[in-house]
């Protein structure tokens, strides 16, 4: 992630990361598309934080080092998200379903090859319209 990169701009990447994903899942490039969708989130989650961060206010270095981590489920802890995330699941099973994949997902899947049958599970998990990852995000960002 880019220093000085404001939410506006973060979430417009987030929503090209996720079509570049359906455009590469389009054209039979499973690996490329499963690990372009998984930044998807990762960027998404940065722009909920982003919104936390207050103007003319220097966070704490350790808010800041945690900003530039992978792992979903603690970009969501930094974005004041955990207890929404939970309910969520909780109350949505299809979005619990959706939410499986992409926990599981890191920067190392670009060294991965990945079948079509888990790009697109990983894409349709962040892309869908009702319980999909990438919209619920949109709702906090």
């Not at 220093?3 to 990361?17: D, H, M, S, W």
């Amino acid at each position: 992630m880019g220093l000085g990169l404001k939410r506006a701009e973060l979430q417009a990447i987030a929503q090209t990361k996720l079509e570049d994903a359906i455009a590469l899942l389009r054209g039979r490039r499973y690996s490329n598309a499963y690990y372009l969708a998984g930044y998807s989130v990762e960027i998404g989650l940065k722009a909920c934080i982003a919104k936390q961060i207050a103007a003319e206010t220097i966070p704490e270095k350790a808010f800041i080092t945690q900003v530039f981590s992978h792992r979903f489920k603690d970009l969501a802890g930094l974005a004041g998200l955990t207890a929404a995330l939970k309910k969520k699941q909780d109350s949505d099973t299809n979005f619990g379903a959706n939410w499986a994949p992409i926990a599981e997902w890191s920067p190392d899947s670009r060294y991965e090859s990945k079948d079509p049958t888990s790009a697109q599970a990983l894409v349709t998990a962040i892309a869908d319209p009702t319980s999909g990852v990438l919209p619920w995000i949109k709702t906090y960002w």
